[in-house]
């Protein structure tokens, strides 16, 4: 895939802007990493792993290879993220890099509306766009929160179903007619004795 298919694809735009914003990538280049992946991976895919990557706190490339063998010997993606946490990192991305994929939304293609003049009437201001030097700390701290918070709960829940409650003693059950065993001595019920006279021969 060259710059053109890269540039004309939203996964792969989006993919490659996610790892130059977000991962320490160091000598490496994110347009070759995804080619590289993109041999082994659908594009899908390693757009999922990289946000995937993302929400565990992995910020290096080699995490993103890590689940995307993961799912490969699992033959499917698993994801935990959400959808919100996708907007999040997605949404915030410096440039027109996510805009590719809302392209098609009903925003984009509805029809300019005139003024009663005739006129075209004036679009309203845009937004800024984001400012990763001015907030990326404070950015990274709130993908650090939400991904906490996700494992912390998911712990609890694996704790709390893991809990086998200890069996307690029946109270219907019986003692054993041998005795009552109390401590390292047992109390044994004596039998009752029977008083046996001696016979005399009727002649003596």
């Known amino acids: 895939m060259d710059n053109n298919e890269l540039g004309a694809n939203p996964i792969a735009t989006d993919a490659v802007a996610l790892l130059n914003y977000y991962f320490e990538l160091g000598n490496a280049s994110a ?21 995937e990557s ?5 910020y290096k490339a080699i995490s993103v290879s890590q689940i995307l063998e993961v799912w490969q010997r699992r033959h499917q993606v698993f994801q ?32 300019t509306e005139m003024s009663p003049t005739g006129d075209k009437e004036t679009p309203p201001p845009t937004i800024g766009q984001f400012t990763p030097d001015a907030d990326r700390s404070e950015f990274y701290a709130r993908l650090s929160a939400i991904a906490q ?56």
């Open 149 to 204: 918070q996700a494992r912390a709960k998911r712990e609890r829940e694996a704790a709390k179903n893991s809990e086998v409650p200890n069996p307690t003693p029946s109270e219907d059950a019986e003692p054993s007619p041998e005795g009552t065993m109390t401590g390292d001595r047992s109390t044994h019920h004596p039998l009752p004795r029977t008083n046996i006279q001696p016979q005399t021969p009727d002649n003596c």
């Open 54 to 58: 993302l929400y565990q706190g992995r």
């Open 80 to 111: 935990h993220f959400n959808y919100d946490f996708e907007c999040l990192v997605c949404n915030n991305l410096p440039g027109n890099a996510s805009e590719a994929s809302a392209a098609d939304s009903p925003a984009d293609t509805a029809p």
């Open 31 to 51: 347009d070759v990493l995804f080619e590289e992946w993109l041999d082994r991976y659908p594009a899908s895919w390693i757009r999922l792993a990289i946000i």
